[in-house]
């Protein structure tokens, strides 16, 4: 059975067309869609006729067509005026919506993973999030759940278990693991929306999201040790082009950067996501310590001189350190650092430390499947070396 809001009388309508009008006007606004102002509701008529209340079911539907699920994770997971009863009231405007698409689909599998995130307490075990513990979080949603789940839905356990199993963002990103999250979502069609699988595909998104906080905090401290330890060589920039920096980034500005985004990093579950440039920076630093691959552009025949790691300093007669104008990507990630120490938002307010301009957001197919907010009782520095 499929959960559903019940058919409602003009009033329900207009209440939650009030509820969501504010939150989807300012997403229209963060993201520069172009949108007319809906007076009545902008004015918050009390008592409005049945064709006010049509033109704003009208506006809604809309929007539901111009706002992509990407938008809508990004703007919730980065807008403080979005609180739980907030979600709650999207998931119901989404489950009562027919035909189910594979947008709406997507929108309803993050927000039940975004409601749960934001009910559960500071300090939740991953084993403690059982089917029972989420089904009791998501009543207010499904109401109460009969928890015999199909045997199809053991996939996703599987894909747990290959996800807690992984060593490092990159395996996780480009090792199938993903893809397997994916088909299972995908070849559920219908059956995504009975109460059992809902609760499930809840349980896997927010476990999902922790083990990839945990590689990507683990790749970070993995970088900054091995900055650390190229320091301690004397070594000052090194080749980072494969993670569009320059071929001569200064160490202590990748340090400076690393360091925000332990803070800042909203992560992304895309190999075409700045979380790409995390990865490549890791690569880019081990290479550099003698450890890893040499990156692409040196098989492709560029000097040798560039893709071997940076050369120690002479000690005794040091060069001023003059780095080659950075990539696009990497100049965001510096512009982040700049501005940590005045605006920084609260944790689970956090933008992202290489968000794209409001004014040009991402097409629809760079939208990632995933993406992580703070994720309660989660300490970015439990495992972060002291000296850095």
Not at 168 to 188: C, F, I, P, T, Y
């Amino acid at each position: 059975m499929t959960p559903s809001t019940p058919a409602q009388d003009l009033a329900t309508q207009w209440k939650f067309a009030c509820r969501l009008y504010p939150i989807y006007f300012e997403l229209a606004r963060e993201f520069a869609i172009d949108v007319q102002a809906a007076p009545e509701l902008e004015a918050g008529v009390e008592t409005p006729g049945k064709e006010a209340v049509e033109q704003a079911n009208h506006w809604l539907d809309d929007m539901d067509q111009r706002i992509q699920v990407h938008q809508l994770r990004q703007f919730l997971q980065t807008s403080s005026m979005v609180n739980p009863e907030g979600v709650l009231t999207l998931l119901q405007h989404f489950l009562a919506k027919t035909p189910k698409t594979d947008a709406i689909r997507d929108k309803v599998d993050f927000l039940l993973v975004q409601y749960f995130s934001q009910m559960a307490p500071s300090g939740l075990d991953d084993a403690e999030v059982d089917l029972a513990y989420v089904a009791q979080a998501l009543e207010p949603v499904l109401d109460q759940v009969e928890l015999k789940a199909p045997v199809w839905l053991n996939a996703l356990d599987r894909v747990l278990e290959a996800a807690r199993r992984c060593r490092s963002l990159d395996e996780l990103l480009h090792g199938g693991v993903l893809e397997q999250g994916r088909k299972a979502k995908g070849q559920a069609g219908d059956l995504f929306y009975m109460p059992v699988a809902l609760v499930a595909f809840t349980r896997f998104g927010y476990l999902m999201r922790r083990a990839f906080f945990r590689l990507m905090l683990g790749d970070l401290n993995i970088i900054l040790d091995g900055l650390s330890e190229l320091e301690d060589k004397g070594v000052q920039t090194i080749d980072c082009r494969r993670a569009q920096f320059s071929d001569k980034e200064p160490i202590i500005r990748l340090r400076m950067i690393c360091q925000s985004w332990k803070v800042m990093f909203q992560a992304e579950y895309s190999s075409g996501s700045p979380l790409r440039m995390l990865v490549d920076l890791r690569a880019s630093v081990e290479y550099a310590l003698g450890r890893g691959k040499a990156p692409e552009v040196a098989a492709k025949g560029t000097p040798a001189e560039a893709a071997h790691p940076a050369a120690v300093a002479n000690p005794a007669a040091p060069k001023p350190v003059t780095a080659t104008k950075p990539a696009p990507g990497a100049a965001k990630a510096a512009a982040a650092v700049g501005n940590t120490a005045s605006s920084m938002p609260k944790p689970a307010q956090m933008p992202s430390a290489l968000a794209k301009p409001k004014a040009q957001p991402a097409a629809p197919s760079e939208a990632p499947e995933f993406e992580v907010s703070s994720t309660p009782g989660w300490d970015s520095d439990s495992t972060s070396d002291k000296k850095n």
